[in-house]
């Protein structure tokens, strides 16, 4: 149905929800995934970045200057 009329081919997305402690609202969350290491606390709503180097650990994240898509400085 999707995806073989006029507007070509559907979209595919996935989403991962994950739960663990948000290092910044200091609370146990649930995470909803933005990009493959990169989660939304639901309590505080801010971003933060998965690292796994032997234990999975979240920090927050920060975009850079080069990783701002709307030409504005941050």
């Not at 559907?10 to 649930?30: K, R």
């Not at 032997?54 to 850079?64: D, R």
């Amino acid at each position: 149905m999707f995806g073989n009329g006029p507007f070509g081919t559907g979209i595919n997305m996935t989403a991962q929800v994950v739960n663990g402690d948000c290092p910044l609202c200091a609370e146990t969350s649930i995470f909803v995934s933005l990009h493959q290491t990169i989660y939304r606390c639901l309590n505080c709503g801010n971003d933060i970045e998965q690292k796994v180097n032997g234990k999975i650990s979240y920090i927050p994240h920060v975009m850079s200057k080069k990783d701002n898509t709307d030409g504005k400085s941050t």
